[in-house]
Each structure stands twice: as structure tokens, then as C-alpha cells.
């Protein structure tokens, strides 16, 4: 808000002026008119109060032109200034042309050479010259606009020097008069000084480079005709004669005339000033307009390269820029998708039929194919093999450009601009659509850095959905088993793995203990984890014995799930406070047991879950019974823990799973996976973890004993509830 | 292990193909032989071998491999014989069960001879 009250003070304030110089020019008339007739001697009451009014008018006039050109200025941003002194140039000579124009008619048709005045004769001559002197004042805070909008401290002071330096010239020589002195020297030497200072002050004419070719011819046809005009009106000034211009402007006021000339002398001056340098820009106008859309057009296409991930829509504009840019008469941009044919992307006055037509050329068809570079073709008449193409009296092309497109170093499409004309094209056109051409390489790597970094994201939230999937699917809860002490753990690695392991209760009460590993890794894994438990539930009601249950798992998906996908999978069943044990093995890692102090791999005879029928994996499945004693142990793991690297690129393996069993200090089954786990982390070191961890450890404590929670010391507690979270 | 190369040579001994794989089968390298193994079978080349004797890792990924077009080739009479497992790679193969599934054999001309019969 607070500006725009601003704006209309200011406004207020000059039109203030403004009214009253109107008014004083009216009031001057009319007097003017009455007094003309009786009385005009110097020192008269008439003139006196006359030249009072006229000198209102014209500082008036002064003022208020100034408040208004200082708001305009400082309301201005910088950017557009050549383009305002152009329209500024062009109203003040218009203006002053017609005045000129209308001014000499009415004083031919109304004035004589008389040096009495008739009353209507007054009324004329004051209109004319007060016309006259709003001319110059007009054209004086012309060139103040046009110096002090250049934002040029240097110019902005000279052009306050100059437009005060005018006023003093008018008062040095209002002074000389009413001296009665009529060689004043004076007024002449600031004349000139103001002239010398206008000269220098006028040498930045930098943006006259900067205009348009259409404003620059503008310009110096709008300046040779203000030069005319300002000298005409000028002369007119300091000549004096009935018909002269310094006739009315003397009379309106006395010693006017040569205010009025200076101005229009200076204004000659810088009319003369900008002729010149329009004229010299002219040739090269052209040349610099295509320069300046290059410019904007490159800029154009970075920013589109910057913000577009849309490949389509950035060969879209490819084709687009590349028009403007050069001297063409068409162009295309086709692509070579890896898989298949050549596809035209998009086109600019040309059409399908026309390039498919130039395509059954074969000579231009391998034109376009063995092009590696930026390539420019002057014309189809040099080569033979080209000629016919542009045989036409109307041909589609005679001459042509061709910008190969490439993504690192595969060529994956070509830019092709044509001109109808032979040579039509110059070298410029060639460099510019290169520079076209290397940005787009760019553009492509971008677009596809940033596909491949929205497909990592995608991945990495599959991984964690996957994840997700399969801590649910592992038990939440060990089931306490009297007479066992059981301890499970798992490790995830960063990439999902597919390991599986279940405590089941079938129908007779006894539990299936389930160690597993789903082939292959990731979502898929994950997935067939989650069909794997779902299966076991379904079956845990109905199966008899470790054997049975591996046998129907396998029955239930074999032919359900991909060929190339497995299960390894051991069971184990146990019933409470019993000693016997029954173990069967469908491919997964043998069982290391410790049984009657000492330690074995047991590796029952079985096949993968999924890989062979029925018949088959049923008649090679063996199950083995074991009776162990109280402190025996089983000890059930997946290929992540055995397999498990160190930076020698030396597996886990077993023997340091049986050296924990064999140790005096295995007497929980959570002691027994801490041990293990230490040895694994001594073993690896510092390499990387690619497979989940996953193993279980169970203790036969005995018939009746206390279940393996309340067997353990209280500060184990805490890290065995972690481990069933995991 | 996935940025390990995995290469497969191919060879012919008369009609039958031997595809010898060197480096690390894994989950990342599997489709590279399964498509190798897919365009013999295409081409209706079913007595294949595959040599492991520059095998240095399997992972179970890879293993699926040999399941895939395994019941193809022996509907025509033919077979997929692997042969010269490293002791470390076959222990995976036997733990799985495949030596009751595929004929593992010491070497190609062992293969060459199972054919033969």
C-alpha cells in the first residue's frame, strides 16, 4: 500500500505544477490581449506582469516535469533502458515535428512582419511560443531521461550538471537583456562548455549494440530526422526574422529564444550522437540478434535439461531449439531403441512420409548411420550419391546437418536439421547445434542417473516390505518345552535371504523343530518363505514324524512353485520330557549333535523340497531316531553361519560349531549360540556379512525339568528375550 | 562375490555341447547360464555337459539352474551331465541331493562315455 500513496503524492505534486503553469499561460493570454493593443514599453505594468506569468509558466512547466521524470527514473528497473530511450526519442521528435509543422503554418497564414501586434496576433504568438518553449523543456528532460536511466553515476551527475547548466545559460541571458546588453558573452561560453560536457557525457552507447535489428533501424531513421528537425528548429531560434521561430518565443518571453535553441542544439547533438552508432551496428544487427537467441536458446534447453526427467519432452524442444537456433527449414530427431527399429521421436515442418521418402535413399540412409559426429552437408549436389534427392524443383532438402545423440559412448539417436537450399547452412549453425548436441548427452546420463536412483529406491523399499514379511513369519515366541532348553537366533544380512525356522506343535503333542533356507534371495525368497509356513501350518495337524512331514511339504509344492526354486530343510521332532528324538533332512546342512560325550555331523540321506516328485524324494528320504541323554545337544543351522567368509576367503565350515558343543562351558542353549556367534565374528573379521545368520541350539535337560527360561541365570534372561525378537 | 566374473565357454564334441562355466554362479550371474542352457535346448542340443572345473563358488541360486530344463532334455533322450566338480562345490551338490537327481562325473570324457552308452 505504502508505495502507492507514495506514487500518487508524487503525481499530485506535479500536477500541481502542471495547473499552474496552464494557468498562468491563460492568465497571460488574456492580458496579453488586452494590454498588446494600448500599451508594450518595457517598463510598463503590461509587460511586466506578462513576463512574470510567462516565467510562471515556464518553471512550472520545469518542475513539474522533473518530479515527474526523477519518479519515472527511480520507479525504473534496470533491463529495458535502450528500449525506453527509443520510445522516448520517438514521442519528442514526433512532438516536435508537428509543432514545427503546425507553428510554421500558423505564423505564415496569421503573422506579418509588423513589429505592432493586432489582439488575435497576440492570442497566436503566445500559443506558438509557449508551444515552443514546452518543446524544449520537453526535449531537455528527453536527454535528462535518457543519461540519467543509464543508472551511470558518471552520466547521472553530468546530466544534472546539464539540465541546471540549461537553466543558468536561460537566466545569464534573461539577465543580458533586460541589461539591455546584447552581446553577452556569457550565456555563449556556458552554451559551449554545456555543449563540450553533453558530448562526453553522451559516449556510452553500449546499448544501442543490445537493441534488436528492427529498433536499430528504428533508431537511425528516427535520429537522422531528429538531427534535421533539432538543427531546423535551432537555427530557426537564432535567426531573426518575422517568420522565424524566435519571433513568437520572444514575444511569449523575452530572451527565450536562445534557451530554446540551445536545447534544441543539444538535442541535435545527441540525435547525431545516436545516428552514428546505430548506423554502424546495423550491418551486424542481424548477426547479433542470432547471437542472442543462441544465447537464450542454449540457456533454454539447459534449464529444460535441469528440470526435465522427461526424455520425450526434452526431445520434443531438442527439435524445437534446434530450429530456432539455425538457419533451417526443417529437422527431426529419430532414436535407435536398442531392441528394433529406428523410431522418429519428433519433427518440424516435416512429416513422416517425407522422411521415410529421403530414408529410401540408401546412400542417405547410410549418410545418417555412419555419422559419429556432428556432421555438415553443404550441399547434395557435391555428392552423387545425394544428387537426386534435391533433383526436385521443390526438394525437401538440399543441404543438412546431422547431430548424433549419445549416451556415454553409444550412439542413441541423431538430430537431423535440413535447409532447402544448397549451402544454406554456415559454420555457426554447425558449432551451435554440436554444443545442442553435447547437451543433450548430458540430459540423457541425467535422466538416466535418475531413473536408475528412483529403481534403487524402489528396491530398497521391496527389501524392506520383504523384510517385513519375513520377521513375521519366524516365531514371535519360543513355546516352552518341559524337559528341553531351546534357543534360537537369526542375523539378517542387507540383502533378504530366504532362511526359515519354526517350532511346531502337531496333534500328538510332540513339537517339529524347522531349520530352513529358501533358494535364491530378495522378494522372491521372501515369498516362497511365507507359502513354505503356511504349508507347514496347514500340515502340522494331520503329519506323524520328521520323515512324513518333510515328505508332504515336498508332495504340496513340487509342480507349485518355479523349477529353478528349492527349500533345504531339516526337522526335527521331539516330545516333551522325552528323551527320543527323530531327525530327517530334505538338502539342508547336516545336524551337529553331541550325543553320549562326544560329537557328530549326522547327515540323513534327503533331497531339496522342490526338486524332485513324490516317488522320488519319499523313497530317498531317510529319518534317523536318536536317544539322548540328559545335557545332550542338537545343534540346527542354514549355509550363512558355515558359509560365512573371512577376508582369506575361507568358509566357517563345522569344526568350530562341534569345538563349542564338545566345550565343558556348552551347558545352555543359549550359551551354546553366544559361543558359536563369538567364534563366527573372531572368524570373519572385518568381511562383510552377505547371507542371513540363522541358527538354533536345544539341550535335553531331562525328564521333568524346568523349562529353559527359569533355567537360566537371571542376567541371561534379557538377551534371551532379544533373541526371540530377532 | 557379485562383481566376481562369471563366463561360460561353449564347446562341441560331436553332438553333444559342453558348457564350461568358470568363476562365481550366484544369484546375480544364475540367468547367464540359464539362458545359455535355454539356448541349446532351443536349438534341440539335449546332450549337454557342463564343466565345473573352473567353478569356484555355487550358490543355491545357481543350483536351481540345472532344475530348469532338466525334465526337457531327458523327455528327448537326452541329458545334462555335470562334470570335474571341485571337491568344495560338489560337497553343496551332495548336501542337496543332486547326485541322486544329475550324474556328476570326474570329467568330460566320462560324460562323453555315459553318453555314449
Redesign the interface.
Known amino acids: 500500500m505504502e508505495p502507492e500513496i507514495q506514487n500518487a503524492q508524487i503525481r499530485n505534486n506535479y500536477l500541481l505544477f502542471y495547473v499552474v503553469a496552464i494557468i498562468s499561460l491563460c492568465l497571460k493570454i488574456v492580458l496579453d490581449s488586452i494590454f498588446v493593443l494600448a500599451d508594450r514599453s518595457p517598463a510598463s505594468f503590461g509587460l511586466i506582469s506578462s513576463t512574470i506569468l510567462a516565467i510562471s509558466f515556464v518553471t512550472g512547466l520545469f518542475i513539474a516535469r522533473f518530479v515527474q521524470i526523477s519518479t519515472l527514473i527511480l520507479q525504473h528497473r534496470a533491463g529495458n533502458s535502450g528500449k525506453l530511450i527509443l520510445d522516448g526519442a520517438g514521442r519528442i521528435i514526433l512532438i516536435t515535428l508537428i509543432v514545427l509543422l503546425a507553428g510554421s503554418l500558423l505564423l505564415v497564414i496569421f503573422t506579418d512582419n509588423n513589429t505592432s501586434y493586432g489582439m488575435f496576433e497576440s492570442i497566436i504568438l503566445n500559443i506558438v511560443g509557449a508551444t515552443f518553449l514546452y518543446v524544449a523543456i520537453e526535449s531537455i528532460f528527453f536527454i535528462y531521461f535518457a543519461l540519467q536511466i543509464r543508472r551511470h553515476e558518471k552520466t547521472k551527475k553530468f546530466s544534472r550538471i546539464l539540465a541546471f547548466g540549461t537553466l543558468v545559460i536561460y537566466v545569464l541571458v534573461l539577465l543580458g537583456k533586460y541589461a539591455q546588453d546584447t552581446n553577452n558573452p556569457l550565456a555563449g561560453i556556458s552554451a559551449f562548455i554545456l555543449c563540450i560536457l553533453l558530448l562526453l557525457t553522451i559516449g556510452r552507447t553500449k546499448w544501442i549494440a543490445l537493441l534488436t535489428k528492427q529498433e536499430k533501424k528504428k533508431l537511425v531513421w528516427l535520429s537522422a530526422l531528429g538531427f534535421f528537425v533539432f538543427t531546423f528548429f535551432s537555427v530557426q531560434c537564432f535567426t531573426e526574422s518575422a517568420t522565424a521561430y524566435s519571433r513568437p518565443i520572444e514575444f511569449f518571453l523575452s530572451g527565450s529564444a536562445t534557451i530554446v535553441g540551445v536545447s534544441m542544439m543539444f538535442c541535435a547533438i545527441y540525435t547525431a550522437r545516436l545516428f552514428f552508432p546505430a548506423l554502424v551496428a546495423l550491418p551486424t544487427a542481424s548477426a547479433v540478434d542470432r547471437r542472442n537467441s543462441e544465447v537464450s536458446s542454449l540457456t533454454h534447453l539447459n534449464k529444460i535439461i535441469a528440470e526435465t526427467i522427461d526424455f520425450d519432452m526434452l526431445i520434443e524442444n531438442l527439435t524445437q531449439r534446434a530450429l530456432e537456433v539455425s538457419r533451417a527449414t526443417g529437422a527431426w530427431c529419430e532414436l535407435y531403441p536398442s531392441s528394433g527399429e529406428r523410431t522418429i521421436a519428433s519433427y518440424k515442418f516435416i512429416n513422416q512420409d517425407q522422411i521415410d521418402w529421403l530414408y529410401s535413399y540408401s546412400a542417405f540412409d547410410q549418410l545418417i548411420g555412419q555419422t559419429t559426429v556432428t556432421t555438415l552437408i553443404e550441399s547434395f549436389d557435391e555428392d552423387k550419391n545425394l544428387a537426386p534427392i534435391a533433383s526436385f524443383p521443390k526438394p525437401i532438402a538440399r543441404s543438412l546437418i546431422i547431430v548424433p545423440l549419445y549416451e556415454g559412448l553409444s550412439k542413441i539417436g541423431a538430430l537431423i536439421v535440413l535447409n532447402t537450399q544448397s549451402f544454406g547452412f554456415e559454420n555457426d549453425d554447425l558449432n551451435v547445434l554440436s554444443s545442442f548436441g553435447d547437451n543433450i548427452s548430458v540430459a540423457l546420463k541425467n535422466a538416466r542417473l535418475i531413473r536408475e536412483s528412483i529403481s534403487h529406491e524402489r528396491i530398497q523399499q521391496e527389501i524392506q516390505v520383504a523384510r517385513q514379511i519375513q520377521d513375521k513369519l519366524l516365531p514371535q515366541k519360543i513355546p516352552t518345552i518341559s524337559g528341553y532348553d531351546i534357543a534360537p537366533y537369526s542375523l539378517p544380512a542387507t540383502e533378504v535371504g530366504g532362511d526359515y525356522y519354526d517350532l511346531i506343535t502337531l496333534r500328538d503333542g510332540k513339537v517339529a523343530i524347522f531349520m530352513g533356507d529358501v533358494s535364491g534371495k530378495g522378494v522372491p525368497a521372501a515369498f516362497y518363505m511365507a507359502e513354505l509356513k503356511g504349508v507347514v501350518l496347514a500340515l502340522a495337524q494331520e503329519v506323524r514324524g520328521a520323515r512324513d512331514f518333510l515328505c508332504k511339504i515336498n508332495a504340496t509344492l513340487f509342480g507349485n512353485i518355479e523349477k529353478q526354486t528349492y527349500i533345504t530343510l531339516s526337522c526335527v521332532v521331539i516330545e516333551p520330557n522325552s528323551p527320543k528324538i527323530s531327525l530327517a533332512r530334505a538338502g539342508h546342512m547336516p545336524f551337529l549333535v553331541k550325543q553320549h560325550g562326544g560329537v557328530s555331523v549326522v547327515t540323513p540321506r534327503g533331497l531339496g523340497v522342490g526338486l524332485a516328485k513324490p516317488e522320488i524324494f519319499d523313497a530317498l528320504l531317510e529319518e534317523y531316531f536318536l536317544d539322548l541323554e540328559v545335557g545332550d545337544a542338537c545343534f540346527l543351522f542354514t549355509d550363512g553361519l558355515s558359509e560365512r567368509q573371512n577376508l582369506q576367503d575361507k568358509d566357517f565350515g563345522y569344526e568350530p560349531i562341534l569345538d563349542v558343543l564338545r566345550s565343558p562351558s556348552a551347558e545352555s542353549a543359549k550359551t551354546i549360540i553366544k559361543e558359536v556367534m563369538k567364534s563366527v565374528e573372531y572368524h570373519a573379521g572385518t568381511c562383510a556379512q552377505h547371507d542371513d545368520m540363522t541358527c538354533l541350539a536345544f539341550i535335553y535337560r531331562g525328564n521333568g525339568a524346568i523349562n529353559q527360561i527359569k533355567s537360566l541365570p537371571p542376567n541371561d534372561r534379557t538377551s534371551v528375550d532379544e533373541s526371540e525378537n530377532v | 562375490?557379485s562383481e566376481t566374473k562369471f563366463t561360460i565357454e561353449h564347446q562341441s564334441i560331436g553332438e553333444i555341447k559342453c558348457l564350461k562355466i568358470q568363476g562365481y554362479l550366484d544369484?546375480h550371474t544364475?540367468p547367464q547360464l540359464?539362458s545359455a542352457l535355454g539356448n541349446l535346448v532351443e536349438e534341440g542340443k539335449h546332450k549337454i555337459i557342463v564343466n565345473f572345473s573352473e567353478l569356484d563358488y555355487i550358490s543355491?541360486?545357481g543350483?536351481?539352474?540345472f532344475?530348469?530344463y532338466i525334465?526337457d532334455v531327458r523327455e528327448t533322450g537326452g541329458d545334462i551331465k555335470l562334470a570335474e566338480m571341485k571337491p568344495?562345490v560338489f560337497t553343496v551338490f551332495d548336501?542337496?541331493?543332486f547326485p541322486?537327481?544329475f550324474e556328476i562325473v570326474e570329467n568330460n570324457q566320462a560324460a562323453i562315455a555315459k553318453f555314449a552308452n
Request: charged share 15%.
Open positions: 562375490m544369484a544364475a540359464e543355491s541360486a543350483l536351481g539352474v532344475m530348469v525334465e568344495k548336501l542337496l541331493g541322486m537327481l
